[in-house]
């Protein structure tokens, strides 16, 4: 679910067959009057239209959880006791066909993944049957949009380096399937935050398919579905402008904005700002090498500054004009594991600093008085120095020192293919 988004009725192929819709074989639930089908793995189900409307209270305003241009999502609760999200397609709209396709062949720990669909609707007098109705994992904790847009304590860096690195590995084990899953619609809003906090990607209504050799290239990935361009303002890669330039690089510009939106905490499109897009926003201000200006004013940067610099670098490199130049999820992934990591000890040691200083391990204000001041004292010196000497845009990157692999407790992404990379690093998050 988001908004602005930009989409065409014929960007998403539809298929009323139930057996194209998901490959796998479904599992009905008792008490239907149909046939049982076989048994369903991955314990994908196949719902009772009635049963998961009751659930929402009949699509009940107290249960919306949010609204788009291509329908609703409600929080449910089945007879079990499980509490699930229930996706709504709007009228004579058919993404939920796709999203189910998709979702049926991949699964994974840092996506939203499916529990199962529903059968059409009811037939209502003088109108069609109500669309399908998919049911999805819920996720409590909101997105990442209102994390980041709407929280009165806006997250701190190791957080945000954290958020970033999962939606990044849901990206890879995308682009790592067999064949590879291009999202097409990445950003703030459709990254879910789970129980835990952790990031989960979900909203695979404009997903696709497309061959390997298509998927890096672009060239002729659409031979086969010849899907219309397709995403969200602000989020889509302007070379994206063709059915044949689809790759695998669209979802790294996606990704490239979302990541300066988490640097920044600017939007993507904000027309309170000018330029309003945050691309056009932060190009300049890269190329100046004016790189602690680019940073959320509302929390203190990252204390290292080749840190900050390296992240900025690598934001830069995503949203690149060029897409051949653009580094890959894995690329990504592998980069943002040394942030993270960066990140994460500059923390500990400013607050072992503070806690020398303060003397006193209760006095938690007082040690953050005392982090901030230096901070921005040392923030200050730093960001002069940056200043002196402009950021390569469009350099080549230079190589990421191996920092090896963070501890991750996530297990494969089912339907991806195995690489030699799968077995030093497992698909997971920190």
């Known amino acids: 679910m988001g908004y602005l988004s930009c989409r065409a009725d014929s960007s998403v192929a539809t298929c009323r067959s139930i057996t194209a819709i998901s490959p796998h074989p479904i599992s009905r639930r008792s008490g239907s009057s149909r046939p049982a089908l076989p ?25 919306l959880l949010g609204r788009g241009s291509h329908g609703a999502v409600y929080k449910a609760v089945l007879p079990s006791g499980r509490a699930v999200a229930v996706k709504r397609p709007s009228p004579r709209r058919h993404e939920v066909d796709n999203e189910i396709r998709i979702l049926s062949s991949v699964r994974g720990p840092r996506l939203v ?19 399908r109705l998919l049911v999805v994992e819920y996720m409590p904790n909101g997105t990442l949009y209102d994390l980041l847009h709407s929280s009165p304590r806006p997250p701190g860096w190791p957080r945000r380096l954290r958020l970033a690195l999962q939606t990044a590995r849901a990206l890879r084990a995308l682009h790592d399937a067999d064949p590879p899953v291009i999202h097409r619609d990445v950003k703030s809003a459709n990254v879910l935050l789970d129980a835990n906090l952790d990031a989960r990607l979900g909203d695979f209504g404009l997903a696709l398919r497309v061959p390997k050799a298509n998927a890096s290239a672009g060239a002729g990935a659409a031979a086969a579905t010849k899907p219309v361009p397709a995403g969200t303002l602000g989020y889509l890669d302007p070379a994206y402008v063709t059915p044949e330039s689809l790759s695998t690089k669209t979802d790294v510009f ?23 897009s945050v691309v056009e926003w932060a190009v300049p201000l890269l190329r100046k090498g004016k790189v602690a200006s680019l940073f959320d ?47 994460s000890a500059k923390v500990w040691n400013g607050l072992a600093d503070g806690l020398a200083v303060v003397g ?30 402009a950021l390569a845009f469009d350099d080549d990157e230079k190589e990421e020192a191996d920092a090896g692999a ?25």
Do not use: W
């Not at 991955?42 to 209270?57: H, K, Q, V």
């Not at 407790?409 to 030093?424: F, H, I, M, N, Y």
């Open 39 to 63: 048994p369903a793995p991955a314990a994908i189900e196949r719902f009772d239209y009635a049963e998961l409307e009751a659930a929402t209270s009949h699509f009940a305003d107290a249960a």
């Open 113 to 131: 993944n499916i529990l199962g669909f529903s059968d059409p609707g009811p037939n209502s007098p003088g109108h069609a049957p109500a669309a």
């Open 254 to 276: 996606s990704f490239g904005i979302l990541l300066l939106e988490i640097i920044s905490g600017r939007r993507a499109i904000d027309v309170q700002h000018s330029p309003p």
């Open 297 to 343: 004013p509302r929390v203190a940067p990252p204390r290292d500054p080749a840190t900050r610099k390296d992240l900025a670098a690598l934001a830069a490199s995503c949203v690149r004009s060029c897409r051949e130049r653009r580094p890959s999820m894995a690329d990504i992934v592998q980069r943002l594991v040394v942030l993270s990591k960066a990140v």
């Open 360 to 389: 006193n391990p209760c006095a938690v204000v007082d040690v953050h008085k005392t982090i901030s001041k230096r901070a921005a004292a040392s923030n200050r010196a730093e960001s002069e120095r940056e200043s002196t000497s």
């Open 406 to 430: 963070l501890e991750e407790d996530q297990v494969p992404l089912v339907g991806a293919k195995k690489s030699p990379r799968a077995t030093e690093e497992r698909d997971s998050v920190i």
